[in-house]
């Protein structure tokens, strides 16, 4: 081949790079501008800064991890994912989120208080999905930590409340501060019972990494361009469900279609679900 046919191909396969990233930037700050105007509207304020990390294909720290042991009680097979809720409701929400992401905090933020309702009714169960994606994008290890960290909270039976803290003390994205056990730890003594020899062995040996990986893994073979990805019986809802937007309101009357006839739940609810 000429010099100036190799130095053709290459261009053309520079060109076709850059518009792959230009495509990837674009529908990038899509998602940023919706999910920024759906927490405007839940709380009112002026302006709101959220970063969606986009399935780049980066290298992961989770890639290193041990042998898969799953949490207690969670969800096996090819999708993993912690359960919450009482196991018989008649709705199921799926969310796909990595501890690390701002705008899974900002997600969270909006919607926590309306979830724990539908579940402390009866209406609706949730499927929490682990993932890693800033690790593989910024580089670190915090998603991966504070994962493996919430996985150990499951196992204690308190998965929901150290979800929580952990998206209330949620740290900068591009500050790796969940990096750290010692951190992890620490914020666990903000949910009661928690902070045990069991708990603080399970974080520090990272028992739970290689199933954490292995849910990073179902999200990356999944159809999914970023985190939070959101999903009701199926169907996803973020950022909207067909025409509509969206909204803690708007939750709740989708909730309520899909379970019209359908009696609410009265089993236990999932280890780690929040009671009421």
């Known amino acids: 081949m000429s010099e100036k046919n190799r130095d053709g191909n290459r261009s053309a396969r520079e060109r076709l790079q850059q518009q792959r990233e230009r495509e990837k930037a674009r529908e990038k700050q899509r998602r940023v501008l919706v999910v920024s ?8 304020l002026a302006a709101v800064v959220g970063v969606i990390a986009a399935n780049s294909g980066g290298k992961d720290s989770s890639d290193k991890a041990g042998p898969v042991v799953d949490p207690a009680g969670a969800i096996a097979g090819d999708r993993p994912a912690i359960p919450t809720g009482r196991p018989d409701a008649p709705s199921t929400l799926q969310i796909w989120e990595d501890f690390r992401c701002p705008a899974c905090q900002q997600f969270e933020g909006a919607f926590r208080d309306t979830i724990h309702e539908l579940e402390a009714a009866g209406a609706l169960k949730a499927e929490y999905h682990l993932a890693t994606l ?16 919430a996985a150990c909270a499951q196992d ?5 409340a150290y979800h929580d803290v952990l ?19 620490e ?15 399970c974080v520090e040996d ?9 849910s990073n893994d179902a999200f990356k073979k999944s159809e999914f361009n970023g985190t939070p990805s959101v999903l009701l019986n199926g169907e996803s809802i973020f950022p909207q469900k067909g025409s509509e937007q969206i909204s803690p309101d708007n939750l709740k009357k989708w909730v309520a279609e899909a ?9 236990s609810p999932a280890a780690g679900s929040p009671t009421r």
């Open 167 to 185: 998206y209330t003390n949620q740290p900068p994205e591009t500050d790796d501060a969940y990096a750290e056990n010692d951190k992890l730890i």
């Open 206 to 214: 990272g028992t739970h990494d290689g199933w954490v990986k292995k």
């Open 134 to 149: 800033i690790d593989g994008n910024l580089g670190g290890s915090g998603s991966l930590r504070a994962a493996n960290a």
């Open 259 to 267: 379970n019209r006839g359908k009696k609410p739940g009265t089993a």
């Open 187 to 201: 914020l666990a003594g903000k949910v009661p019972g928690l902070d045990t020899p069991a708990f603080r062995g």
């Open 37 to 44: 105007a759906a927490v405007v509207g839940v709380l009112g």
């Open 156 to 160: 204690a039976g308190k998965f929901t």
